[in-house]
């Protein structure tokens, strides 16, 4: 079992709508939880933290985490041609600085 | 604030050659990470160094790749010889002290990365 499993996509949403990616992770231990968010070609960006039970949000961003099911997933409102990427979840184990992130889910927005 | 700063962009090499990258970390950044990006997978920690230390170097195949970090700043990460399946992206980032207590991450940056193909 892999210790942070996305489903690789692609995912495509019309322009307005909202998007919604998800994560699980295998380590109960985790602590912290990264979005990041990854354009072709370029060096991951990181989007959202979220370290608590709960919803977390920014903007047209939401991160929400269920550390009893091992869930973690950002929605995105308002989708828009922009927001067209790869985006990686990333887990923190208390103890350890180092993060472990999944495959990555690519996200395609349709104009 | 400059970002992580690193050398080159891209590098293509035969197989067996040997390649080294350079990553230059956010100033008072005590953090420094290598990681490594095959096409179409996360990015995968290779090292972790605390100032000039080892932290974590699991995932670091010691059979050909080597890195450091002298000082405590600059850090070069070495590939001797280089496989076919070495092709991938070689990410630094870095970061500042954590909250221990928290587990909160104060600061994690990558820098743009070198492309390395091995042909």
């Known amino acids: 079992q892999k210790e942070v499993e996305q489903n690789s996509g692609p995912l495509s949403v019309p322009e307005g709508a909202i998007a919604s990616l998800n994560c699980t992770y295998s380590?109960?231990?985790?602590?912290?939880f990264f979005w990041y968010r990854q354009y072709s070609g370029k060096s991951p960006e990181l989007i959202m933290s979220i370290y608590s039970n709960g919803d977390k949000e920014d903007g047209r961003f939401t991160a929400q985490l269920n550390k009893a099911s091992q869930y973690v997933s950002l929605l995105i409102r308002d989708s828009q041609p922009s927001d067209s990427a790869t985006y990686l979840c990333?887990?923190?184990?208390?103890?350890?600085?180092?993060?472990?992130f999944g495959t990555g889910t690519r996200l395609t927005i349709i104009p | 604030e400059a970002g992580v700063a690193q050398s080159p962009r891209y590098k293509i090499i035969e197989k067996r050659q040997s390649v080294a990258f350079w990553c230059n970390p956010i100033?008072?950044?005590?953090?420094l990470y290598w990681y490594q990006q095959i096409l179409g997978q996360g990015p995968k920690l290779l090292i972790q160094?605390?100032?000039?230390?080892?932290?974590?170097d699991s995932q670091l195949p010691k059979d050909r790749f080597s890195a450091e970090r002298l000082k405590g700043v600059d850090s070069t990460l070495k590939i001797q010889p280089a496989k076919l399946e070495d092709s991938a992206v070689y990410l630094c980032?870095?970061?500042?002290?954590?909250?221990?207590?928290?587990?909160?991450?104060?600061?994690?940056?990558f820098g743009s990365g070198t492309r390395l193909t091995v042909v």
């Open positions: 160094f605390q100032n000039n230390g080892v932290v974590d």
């Open positions: 380590d109960r231990g985790s602590q912290s």
């Open positions: 100033s008072g950044h005590a953090t």
């Open positions: 980032a870095s970061s500042l002290d954590w909250d221990r207590r928290t587990g909160k991450v104060r600061g994690y940056t």
């Open positions: 990333a887990v923190k184990h208390f103890g350890n600085e180092k993060l472990t």
